[in-house]
């Protein structure tokens, strides 16, 4: 089973910046924020199992860490407009602040995890004042052409959408925190979520992580739930689900073939699980096809 994870090279890409067209992309996390705008058509995307209706002039942002995808769901339309949309990736550290004292844009964004209701998708009427759609145009153009001096712009259009962000985010009453964030969980040769991702098939003992990673049980287990959401029997649990999701929606593999292959210990656990987590049964979704998309703008 493919992993998660979506490597990236960000000493020597910290950005990237693309228009797309696609309506599949399938369930991944990564170490680097994404931005997606879209300027025509639907998206149906699902972030750490919320999911979203994306509309022409709405972006959706994903952080470092959230499992995301794009799901190709058939709309009530016989036809629908093939979607364009708009793409940036980027490393955190490349943002700045020019006003001594003011909040750091990288802190700010390692914090919206903590929040306790999602900051992901961002409405066209929200937007709708703000010139988002051509920072993200400067931005495929800079990456495109590669002009002298092409980096500092984008890193400039790139911290004038988080700003933009941000207020909306403020005015729908986000509180800035003053917790300070570190990843206790991944270093330059062990890191907690992909050894989960990479082994999510097999018994991962979370004992043997908590050593890993130089913590108690108590303690891992403790510091794992406040910074990810979720206790590490969920999370694993969640990326077994994830990666089911794709073989129940675009292959016929069956119950029993996907409860081996994404390390279920048999069909009756896989099919417990998954309803926990989506509120279905597998068979439901795989008939089903469309889930009951929430259509949410968290206003």
């Known amino acids: 089973m493919d992993d998660l994870f979506e490597y990236s090279d960000s000493l020597n890409a910290p950005f990237q910046a693309f228009p797309g067209d696609w309506t599949y992309v399938k369930p991944h996390w990564h170490y680097f924020t994404e931005m997606v705008y879209l300027v025509k058509g639907i998206l149906f995307a699902e972030v750490e199992n919320h999911k979203y209706t994306m509309n022409p002039g709405d972006m959706i942002i994903f952080h470092p860490k959230q499992i995301h995808s794009f799901l190709d769901y058939p709309t009530k339309e016989a036809t629908h407009e093939k979607p364009l949309f708009y793409v940036i990736k980027f490393d955190d550290m490349i943002l700045s602040n020019t006003t001594p004292g003011s909040p750091k844009l990288p802190k700010l964004l390692s914090n919206m995890n903590l929040q306790d209701v999602p900051y992901n998708l961002i409405t066209e009427r929200e937007l709708q004042y703000n010139p988002v759609k051509l920072f993200f145009e400067h931005c495929i153009w800079e990456t495109t052409h590669k002009e002298f001096g092409y980096d500092i712009k984008v890193a400039c259009n790139i911290s004038l959408i988080i700003t933009e962000l941000v207020r909306i985010w403020l005015r729908r009453g986000m509180k800035l925190s003053d917790k300070t964030t570190f990843d206790q969980f ?20 979370i004992e043997e992580l908590a050593s890993r990673c130089g913590m108690c049980y108590s303690n891992f287990a403790k ?10 029997k969920e999370y694993i649990e969640f990326v077994r689900i994830c990666k089911a999701d794709t073989l129940l929606l675009y292959t016929d593999k069956t119950l029993d073939y996907i409860s081996q292959e ?6 009756s ?12 049964t597998p068979k439901q979704r795989r008939i089903k096809k469309t889930p009951d998309i929430e259509i949410t703008s968290n206003i």
């Open 186 to 205: 991944s270093s330059s040769d062990f890191s907690v979520l992909e050894f989960i991702d990479k082994h999510s098939s097999e018994n991962i003992n």
């Open 223 to 232: 510091q794992f739930k406040a910074q990810f959401g979720k206790t590490c």
């Open 262 to 267: 994404t390390g279920f210990t048999d069909a």
């Open 269 to 280: 656990h896989f099919i417990r699980t998954y309803k926990k987590i989506r509120g279905i």
